[in-house]
């Protein structure tokens, strides 16, 4: 895609630095293996002076400027998904400057499994926190969104509504515009809302990517990094709420991203700080956010709904707008309905995430069905499933992967679904101190012994079952009358397989050297030494020879 300057914020750039300018060529490429990365955002900063320009490097990684003669400037490389890359401060010369920004992939910290994580009044750092990691990831989609609709990157085809709607959601009146345009950030405004008892018409905007990402936004609310639940299931959120209480309008919301690929999803936001008429009825709105191939990033969609003030201090319905946004030769997207879906009649749905605490990772290809095995799905990226089933449900479901079967995780949960209420099932792995707790006896102190748990597969890959494992090791140490003594002892355990080829040991020790045998039939087959983890728990699958 040819990019087309945003007109009005080159001539400020030249006018402030002058037309003598020095081009600046950029290659974006992963610092592992030099391979371009496409569609990252480049900016040029100037050391002295706000003023930046924006461009995404093309198929190739690459991307120029026209930069300023006078003064130093620096060149900062960002993407979804990458750590921020800043070079240092470059001086003009006569000749083209090229700069090649090697860009590492970052690793996302996750927020707790229930409940929100600590809050952060004063400043989002990245690498402090889980909320600040967030953070960190949703600046840079909102910035590229920034970029994408100031210069007017993306020809966009738009399918806007206004809609007056009663108290109980059903429309009574509605208006649509298609058009064609480089930005929907003008039609995205809601509208004014007249209050009765005498109070003041009251306008709700939707926030734009410049206001998420003013600084005094930031300074103004508290944030927590959160987990989702519902139609957010699997999803990571940063929760935003003002710091303090006020009479000038605001938002409280959450930003909610795939905390596989890190990619901002949406923002679902309430007004705050509004007319009590206004709180009665939720005035509240959504974005949904697109990235594109070439890097830049869309509002897909958006809707802000507001109440209409009725008689006394009740509402008489509500005022909503909103449309959808797609490329220009895209297929036509479906403008969003008036009023949400209600569960069925017949159904509902359950609800859960499936989250591995020995990874600190959502556990996705997870099989979850009925006894019966009528109602069935799987978990995402994001380990959450959503499974339809009949109201007045009352079942078992069972919850299938290898890793719950090899760590003995108890699969079954009984649920009871009652009519027209939402069922939240959750599966979590605990952490190998907690499954040492769980699984293996304690010692004398009261600490668990170590634990080993692998497969045992034949040499095509399908599981033995039945196969003796069994493991020796030495102890160096052992404590007599509170006292370390210096001693040689011998110590074995053995085990059988199960039918899926899993199995587990436990009764090690720390800092020994553990030799594992697998005998069929009582001929040995495999025998090999491995250190033991100082973690105290040895994951090892074992593969037999061919006979």
Known sequence: MTLRPFVPIALCFAAIFGIDAQEVRVEVVRHADGRPIPGTLLTLLHERDTTQLGRFSDDNGRASFNAPRRGGYRIRAER?????WTSVVLAPSSNPTRVRAGMRLRSLRLPPVTGPSETHCSGLAEQVSAAGDMWGEIRKALAANRVTEAQGLVSLDLETYDRVLNANG??????????????????????????AGGVAPQAFKVPDASALLAPDFVASHCFSAVRGAGPENG????????????????????????????SLRHLAFDFVNIPAAARAGRASGRLDFQPLAGGEWIVSRWQVRTPRAGEGAGIAGYHERGGVARPTGSARAQVIAAVARPESETGTRITGTVFDGTTGAALPGVQVTTTSGRYRTSTNRGGGYELAVPNGTVDTLIFDHPRLRLLRIPRAKPVH????SPTQVTIMIPSFAGLRQALCPTDRSGTPAGLAVGFVRDAAG????????SATWQVLWAEEKGRLVATRQQRSVDTRTAADGTYLLCGFTRDTQVKLRVTIDGTPMVEETVPFPRGMVLERDIRLPAR
């Open 80 to 84: 979804v998904g990458y750590d921020v």
């Open 170 to 195: 059903q429309v009574l009146s509605e208006q649509g515009d298609r058009r064609r345009a480089n930005s929907a950030q003008s039609y995205r405004n809601g509208g004014t809302v007249q209050f």
């Open 235 to 262: 999803l990571l959120g940063l929760e935003f709420k003002p710091a303090k209480l006020g009479d000038k309008p605001d938002i409280s919301g959450v930003l909610w991203l795939d905390p596989t690929t890190y």
């Open 417 to 420: 679904v009652r009519s027209g």
């Open 462 to 469: 399908n599981p033995i079952a039945n196969a003796l494992v």
